[in-house]
């Protein structure tokens, strides 16, 4: 015996994928918006965390400690969530 094709439930979920999509894409936009508004040194900082470079590799690039890179990501990261909560 063969189920019959609920076609209404895909659609639902189709449409739920989709908003969802279209919810991170926009996220994604108001994320680099406000890392686009960060000053350059603070902008080089985070993308080079969110590229994947570790604590190590940014502060041998950038000639400051370790700590001091992990304390100014720190700052980064609640800096951007402020920025994003106040939207």
Known sequence: KTRPI???DN???LVH????EAAAGEEARLLY???RSLPEAER???TMHLDGYGHAEI???TGITENHVAVK???IKSKL???LNGI
Do not use: N
Request: glycine share 0%; proline share 0%.
């Open 59 to 61: 502060a041998s690039m």
């Open 81 to 83: 969530k402020q920025t």
């Open 17 to 20: 994928s989709l908003e969802a």
């Open 11 to 13: 659609l639902d979920s």
């Open 44 to 46: 080089a900082l985070i």
């Open 73 to 75: 990501l720190h700052r």
């Open 6 to 8: 609920r076609y209404q």
């Open 33 to 35: 918006k406000a890392i």
